[in-house]
């Protein structure tokens, strides 16, 4: 079975602050896929970034950046500079590869909230 | 632009009442997938939907639901007889393409069930 926990529930911060969203999943794949998406209160899903488990390199795009450690089984994200249009809730979401099918098992959920 | 286009954007209905949402990929997409997420809740797993058969499906999804391509454009899921606890925000997915990649979601349904 598959499992995505991201333990912080809330998040507040100033603008210009850095962020970063944590992430810890499970599965018994060895090829699976992470996602993030984020949800603002209008309430739609949008797909911000995509990390295969078959590479580890880490990225940055735009003020977005994420880390993914498979030996801990995390992938962080972080969101640099922030502001306050970053206010939203983050899914984290995990697809499996051999044994689990195209679904995508979401956490909790993060939400973020950014203060001017 | 959006990949994936819903209908309707809110519905209301009344418990016991048979409800179908729409969802419309823009280009030629394969595969489907529903998901839920009840207020203030995690994105659930519904369905997946391949050459026109369901490819797998959670526990969620019971005999209540169904889901079909019948024009070979929209994906509908039909709820047979909605109760209080559907009531929520139903995503269609699609990755653009042939291949199960990046699912892009549409704006959602809330469906409400009084």
């Known amino acids: 079975a598959q499992k995505v926990t991201q333990a912080q529930t809330e998040i507040s911060v100033v603008e210009k602050e850095d962020v970063t969203l944590d992430c810890v999943y499970e599965?018994?794949?060895?090829?699976?896929?992470l996602f993030w998406y984020k949800q603002p209160p209008s309430g739609e899903l949008v797909f911000l970034i995509r990390?295969?488990?078959?590479?580890?390199q880490n990225e940055i795009s735009g003020r977005y950046s994420w880390n993914f450690q498979k030996s801990t089984s995390s992938f962080n994200f972080t969101i640099t500079a922030s502001q306050v249009v970053d206010s939203a809730v983050y899914f984290c979401?995990?697809?499996?590869?051999?044994?689990?099918?195209?679904?995508?098992?979401f956490g909790e959920g993060t939400q973020l909230t950014v203060n001017p | 632009e959006p990949e994936v286009t819903q209908t309707p954007s809110h519905q209301v209905t009344q418990m016991g009442q048979e409800v179908i949402l729409r969802c419309v990929p823009i280009?030629?997409?394969?595969?489907f997938y529903w998901y839920r997420q009840i207020l203030g809740q995690k994105v659930e797993f519904l369905v997946s939907?391949?050459?026109?058969?369901?490819?797998?499906k959670s526990e969620i999804f019971d005999d209540q639901f169904s889901v079909e391509r019948p024009d070979g454009s929209n994906f509908t899921l039909k709820i047979r007889s909605t109760k209080l606890e559907d009531s929520a925000m139903y995503f269609c997915?699609?990755?653009?393409?042939?291949?199960?990649?990046?699912?892009?979601f549409g704006p959602g349904t809330r469906l409400t069930v009084l």
């Open positions: 979401a995990l697809r499996g590869g051999e044994t689990s099918g195209s679904r995508l098992t």
């Open positions: 599965t018994r794949d060895t090829t699976y896929y």
């Open positions: 990390r295969n488990s078959f590479d580890e």
């Open positions: 280009s030629n997409h394969l595969y």
């Open positions: 939907f391949y050459n026109n058969e369901i490819s797998e």
């Open positions: 997915a699609s990755p653009p393409g042939g291949t199960p990649d990046t699912q892009y």
